[in-house]
């Protein structure tokens, strides 16, 4: 079990790096306004995974208990709550994203570069509350090996993304911030998918 999670937090750690490495291309504005979302990024993540470590646990307590059957309805009250805390955060990055900016830049131009990319994370994090906790709850059934799979799947397409978007069509950098709205809608199909299908109770841990 241990293996895939090892390599999960390998190949998101080279996705990041991969991603910059192709910003990096389009100067060093375009760097600058990335560190900032991507900061961005992370504090509205920090409560979802928080959730998402405690739904992980207790799936797997769930399913030592015999009572799987509860597994949807803790799904459901953990993404409400993911809901409950990040939306007064996108609400601010909706409403007052200059305001939001000026934590992390004091520079004018740097702000105003970095709404629409900051937008377009919102949107992400819509996405990322159901994603992360459908695949906490894939980890949580033992399946380490489908999770690990899941987050594969999403570094190649949104390395793919990235690369076509900065290479092959020149996109705006909010453009090629799309890329991790991209990899929450793989991680939310494939993780609902997977675990709808029932195929982690082949499971015996």
């Known amino acids: 079990m241990a293996w895939p ?3 999960e937090a390998l ?3 080279v996705r990041w790096f ?3 490495v192709i910003i990096e291309r389009l100067g060093e504005q375009a760097l600058s306004q990335s560190n900032i979302i991507y900061m961005c990024f992370v504090v509205f993540l920090l409560p979802i995974e928080g959730f998402s470590e405690a739904t992980c646990s207790m799936v797997s307590n769930l399913i030592g208990q015999d009572k799987s059957g509860m597994i949807s309805v803790l799904l459901r009250r953990a993404m409400s709550a993911g809901y409950i805390i990040t939306l007064p955060l996108l609400a601010i990055a909706l409403i007052w994203p200059e305001g939001l900016l000026s ?3 004091d520079d004018a131009a740097t702000r105003a570069g970095c709404v629409d990319s900051l937008r377009i994370i919102a949107l992400a994090i819509l996405i990322a509350v159901p994603g ?3 695949v906490s709850a894939v980890r949580g059934t033992g399946d380490t090996v489908a999770a ?3 987050e594969f799947v999403r570094t190649a397409c949104i390395i793919a993304y990235t690369y076509a978007a900065t290479f ?8 090629i911030w799309l890329s991790v709205v ?3 809608v793989v991680v939310l199909s494939l993780a609902w998918f997977w675990f709808g299908s029932g195929k982690w109770k082949r499971l015996y841990i």
Do not use: H, K, Q, R
């Open 132 to 134: 992360e906790m459908c």
């Open 18 to 20: 991969l991603v910059f």
């Open 148 to 150: 690990f799979a899941t």
């Open 168 to 175: 092959s069509f020149a996109l705006d950098l909010a453009y």
């Open 182 to 184: 991209i990899g929450w």
């Open 5 to 7: 999670v090892a390599l």
């Open 11 to 13: 190949v998101e750690t």
């Open 103 to 105: 934590v992390f830049t």
